[in-house]
């Protein structure tokens, strides 16, 4: 979560495992607003900083399994420099993955049997990278349109430090014991505010759907 203080960027990349985990605390993701008066502040002026909080799932290794369908395999004759280097046999293979267009071409070897498997493996690992750039590129937009432009008129939540206040804006809670809620235990009852309104928005989608 980028965190700006005082006109300064700071990065910080934290994990948290648990069944269940990211449905909860998705819910954390946008700008916190903080106020409060620092300890070294001696007039006793309040001071505002933000938090901008992206969370997301952990992404998983991608498993490349192709079905028969998706393939197209061909054989052909391997070529050469003439003489004894050209097969007589159709040895080469081209394997096509027909969802992603991706082809890959062997005729190293004088077994067909052992150019597919060659062929296989890079085509397996062609597929794989498209698919993982995909998955980045679409961590990173999901995470931009969490994070925003990280300004105070985007805060998803204030945290009142004189006034020992938390206001969650999105569901209009206000709750107070700040040093309760900074132990986590007045998370529960903002998400669960936060789920009802989920569910209740989902609900009107759908029935959208039907009108």
Sequence with gaps: ????????????????????????????????????????????????????????????????????????????????????????????????????????AIQDDRSQHRNKAKALKILKARVYEQQREQLHSKRAKDRQSQVGTGDRSERIRTYNFPQDRITDHRVGITLNNMESMLRGEKLSEIHEALQSQKEMEDLKNLQDTFL
Excluded: W
């Design 1 to 104: 979560y980028p965190l700006r203080r005082q006109r300064q960027m700071c990065i910080r990349d934290s994990s948290i495992t648990g069944e269940g985990v990211y449905g909860i605390m998705k819910f954390e993701s946008g700008v916190h607003r903080v106020q409060r008066v620092p300890v070294t502040e001696t007039l006793g002026r309040v001071h505002t900083s933000t938090m901008t909080v992206a969370v997301l799932p952990d992404s998983e290794d991608i498993n490349i399994e192709f079905k028969p369908t998706d393939l197209r395999i061909e054989t052909y004759r391997a070529g050469g420099r003439g003489g004894q280097h050209v097969n007589t046999t159709d040895s080469a293979i081209r394997i096509t993955h027909i969802p992603t267009g991706i082809q890959v």
